[in-house]
């Protein structure tokens, strides 16, 4: 067991009714299996032409936007998550929507239950890997189940957003690029209003060349690197303006 990835799990599973209503509030989860534009940016969905009858993965599945919007499209899809709270809310979510998912709880470095070269698309990202000590196991993982051709696809919140003072109105670095963590937060149940609390838990900052090094794992070939995105969400709380906003990555198993 990962001392880090278990206090992670133990606040995502307290955090998972919040996080509830807040995507309640959004709503937008009724909408994604016939607006997959709403969980996808375009420079994705272009990936995603043939996926009627594929079979996908979604690691870190959390709002379970892009698994809805997977299974809308056709794609049987298998929703991964290390928290049973988060899982239990997108399966209700699911049988609301009529749609056929499975659910498994596991943590993205340890993917046992899932055999080798199932799946043919490997979907992850939208803040996954910074509650991820292990970067390299996690992205070995994801190659290791997708079959030989299938595509890993790495969609995340850009590295160059982390390092920033809250609150300045004005850029300046609070933390150093370079330095990966493990920072601890002791965190309430509010994911959004994360004031001091009870939850131990631990990010990891990785940098652009980290999470590129992590898809170069043996057996995958990087064929896409696009950073792209202007959106500055409220909680940022930073002038962000000009930063990329994702980090797309784009592997395709030899
Ligand atoms: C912010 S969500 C990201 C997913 C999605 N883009 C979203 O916005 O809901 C983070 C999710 O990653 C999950 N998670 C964190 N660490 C994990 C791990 N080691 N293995 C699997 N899932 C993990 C959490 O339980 C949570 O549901």
Not at 107 to 116: K, M
Not at 190 to 215: K, N, R
Request: hydrophobic share 40%; aromatic share 12%; proline share 5%.
């Amino acid at each position: 067991m990962n001392p880090y990835h278990e206090s992670n799990r133990t606040r995502w599973d307290a955090a998972a009714a919040k996080w509830k209503a807040m995507i309640d509030r959004r709503g937008a989860w009724r909408e994604a299996p016939s607006r997959p534009e709403l969980a996808f940016a375009e420079q994705e969905m272009k990936y995603f032409s043939g996926i009627a009858g594929n079979k996908v993965a979604v690691l870190g599945s959390g709002d379970n936007m892009a698994v809805f919007a997977f299974a809308g499209m056709g794609a049987r899809v298998t929703s991964v998550d290390i928290s049973e709270k988060q899982l239990e809310n997108a399966r209700e979510r699911a049988e609301a929507l009529g749609l056929a998912v499975e659910f498994l709880q596991a943590d993205v470095t340890g993917l046992s239950a899932l055999p080798d070269a199932a799946f043919d698309l490997v979907y992850t990202g939208g803040h996954v890997a910074v509650w991820v000590s292990n970067l390299q196991q996690y992205y070995s993982e994801a190659v290791r189940i997708l079959r030989p051709g299938g595509l890993f696809l790495v969609n995340e919140y850009h590295p160059f957003r982390r390092i920033w003072k809250k609150g300045l109105g004005k850029l300046e670095v609070e933390v150093s690029y370079y330095n990966r963590g493990p920072f601890r937060y002791d965190y309430s149940n509010d994911i959004l209003e994360p004031e001091a609390g009870s939850y131990p838990c631990y990010e990891f900052h990785w940098t652009v060349s980290d999470l590129i090094q992590a898809m170069l794992c043996p057996g995958c070939r990087l064929i896409e690197a696009a950073e792209f995105g202007t959106h500055v969400g409220d909680w940022e709380a930073a002038p962000l303006e000009g930063l990329p906003e994702w980090l797309l990555l784009v592997g395709r198993k030899e």
